[in-house]
């Protein structure tokens, strides 16, 4: 029980403040770069894990090419 509570919080304060953080840069930057910054995070955080594998296994293959 205490979990979810501690979830549910969790929850609560990081909409809290990606609500804070969109109010704030839309006051000081305008709505189209706050967006673009959003989604680019979102990009990031979404495909990162992915391009790293593939740059990891690039890396991999070209040092197996070099020593072989």
Known sequence: MQRDEQHALGVTIG???LVGGV???DALVGPWPTFA????LVLV???G???AREIAVRRFARQIRRYH
């Open 45 to 47: 955080h979404y495909l």
């Open 49 to 51: 894990p992915s391009v």
């Open 15 to 17: 909409l809290l403040l």
């Open 23 to 25: 109010l704030v840069g």
């Open 37 to 40: 910054a959003g989604a680019g």
